[in-house]
T-cell receptor, first 113, second 115 residues
Framework: AQSVTQLGSHVSVSEGALVLLRCNYS??????LFWYVQYPNQGLQLLLK??????LVKGINDFEAEFKKSETSFHLTKPSAHMSDAAEYFC???????????FGRGTSLIVHP | DTGVSQNPRHKITKRGQNVTFRCDPI?????LYWYRQTLGQGPEFLTY????????KSRLLSDRFSAERPKGSFSTLEIQRTEQGDSAMYLC?????????????FGAGSRLTVL
């Protein structure tokens, strides 16, 4: 069984501030982990993925995430928020059988000027 | 590569009517997924095809729901006798069949409103 918990349905930051979106996972096998972003009226797009090659994963638009097995976490960070980062962010886990991803409930990132 | 295409983008229907959604995946992708997304929730898995074979179905997929993928190309998701609880965004995604992390490419979704 696999699941994802995203802490905080909304995160609000000022433009230029650090972004931290939290994700904890549960998986009975070594996981693959993903962050997807969904802009209004668009499909989900892959930001980054963890595939066991490196614990610190860099994605698009200066986002990165660190896999911490001891904490079963895969938090997403960005050093400096832009207004264009305002979107819904989803953490997902897969890794067994058909590799069908299971998604978290999502975190809405709000960026203030 | 035009991405994953879903039609219609919006559907408003009355309770009890049947609706059908179509998904055209990326042409070289042999895996196709349907998810459902309601307000404030993440995508919930409904069903998965590898080529034309429907390999997994979620318990969310009641007997009023049926999905097909004839010839392993486009897919349709039909909901019979719609209920207000079926109102949601229906997402289609596709991926290539390769070992390792399974990265999904999503369409923009088909929003269903049942009155």
């Amino acid at each position: 069984a696999q699941s994802v918990t995203q802490l905080g349905s909304h995160v609000s930051v000022s433009e230029g501030a650090l972004v931290l979106l939290r994700c904890n996972y549960s998986s009975s096998v070594p996981p693959y982990l993903f962050w997807y972003v969904q802009y209004p009226n668009q499909g989900l797009q892959l930001l980054l993925k963890y595939t066991s090659a490196a614990t610190l994963v860099k994605g698009i638009n200066d986002f990165e995430a660190e896999f911490k097995k001891s904490e079963t976490s895969f938090h997403l960070t960005k050093p400096s928020a832009h207004m264009s980062d305002a979107a819904e962010y989803f953490c997902a886990v897969s890794g067994s059988g058909s590799y069908i991803p299971t998604f978290g409930r999502g975190t809405s990132l709000i960026v203030h000027p | 590569d035009t991405g994953v295409s879903q039609n219609p983008r919006h559907k408003i229907t009355k309770r009890g009517q049947n609706v059908t959604f179509r998904c055209d995946p990326i042409s070289e992708h042999n895996r196709l997924y349907w998810y459902r997304q309601t307000l404030g929730q993440g995508p919930e898995f409904l069903t998965y095809f590898q080529n034309e074979a429907q390999l997994e179905k979620s318990r969310l997929l009641s007997d009023r729901f049926s999905a097909e993928r004839p010839k392993g190309s486009f897919s349709t998701l039909e909901i019979q006798r719609t209920e207000q609880g079926d109102s949601a965004m229906y997402l289609c995604a596709s991926s290539a069949d390769r070992a390792g992390a399974n990265v999904l490419t999503f369409g923009a979704g088909s929003r269903l409103t049942v009155l």
